[in-house]
T-cell receptor, first 112, second 112 residues
Framework: KQEVTQIPAALSVPEGENLVLNCSFT??????LQWFRQDPGKGLTSLLL?????REQTSGRLNASLDKSSGRSTLYIAASQPGDSATYLC???????????FGKGTMLLVSP | NAGVTQTPKFQVLKTGQSMTLQCAQD?????MSWYRQDPGMGLRLIHY???????DQGEVPNGYNVSRSTTEDFPLRLLSAAPSQTSVYFC???????????FGDGTRLSIL
């Protein structure tokens, strides 16, 4: 059974810092990996999708990398801002499946 | 495009009552899924569908029923509500296994 782990569970940083969120998964047979953002009481917003054949994807200040063989992905946030405060979720789409397996998330707080 | 629309946004039920959570998407996506999100448990898959007339069980299907008569709609039925079904329910859709999943804003359900 695929399991997804996110470390750390919570992170507090001052504004302007560069930071890295980690995601690991137990079965490397995946179609793709997706990073989401969730604000309190809200739904999930897709940030980046990395296909299994790709190494990284970038969107603005966000960069996500994927090392499928080692079962790891990182989300890099450059020059963090208070508006980045949210819970970040990592999810993998196992090969042959149409749905996602989620990690429990990293709760990020960026202080002014 | 409205994306993925979930109704109602909030609902309070008594134990033993039944109800249907609605999910509709206007993107002509074949794949649709229902997840529940609980504190400390992350998002867990309830049921999913890969097209009209095709549904399958996820990780936590007990107490829930689904059907998919059209591409647009994927309702989730609670047959006899129990306090353990108190949760936030999310519906998601995607065109196929290689595209990002899009999520609705969720339905917050309390069972008394």
């Amino acid at each position: 059974k695929q399991e997804v782990t996110q470390i750390p569970a919570a992170l507090s940083v001052p504004e302007g810092e560069n930071l890295v969120l980690n995601c690991s998964f137990t079965d490397s047979a995946i179609y793709n990996l997706q990073w989401f953002r969730q604000d309190p009481g809200k739904g999930l917003t897709s940030l980046l999708l990395i296909q299994s054949s790709q190494r990284e994807q970038t969107s603005g200040r966000l960069n996500a990398s994927l090392d499928k063989s080692s079962g790891r992905s990182t989300l890099y946030i450059a020059a963090s801002q208070p508006g980045d405060s949210a819970t970040y979720l990592c999810a993998v789409r196992p090969g042959g499946y149409s749905t996602l397996t989620f990690g429990k998330g990293t709760m990020l707080l960026v202080s002014p | 495009n409205a994306g993925v629309t979930q109704t109602p946004k909030f609902q309070v039920l008594k134990t033993g009552q039944s109800m249907t959570l609605q999910c509709a998407q206007d993107m002509n996506h074949e794949y649709m899924s229902w997840y529940r999100q609980d504190p400390g448990m992350g998002l867990r898959l309830i049921h999913y569908s890969v097209g009209a007339g095709i549904t399958d069980q996820g990780e936590v299907p007990n107490g829930y029923n689904v059907s998919r008569s059209t591409t647009e709609d994927f309702p989730l039925r609670l047959l006899s509500a129990a306090p353990s079904q108190t949760s936030v329910y999310f519906c998601a859709s995607s065109p196929d296994s290689y595209q990002p999943q899009h999520f609705g804003d969720g339905t917050r359900l309390s069972i008394l």
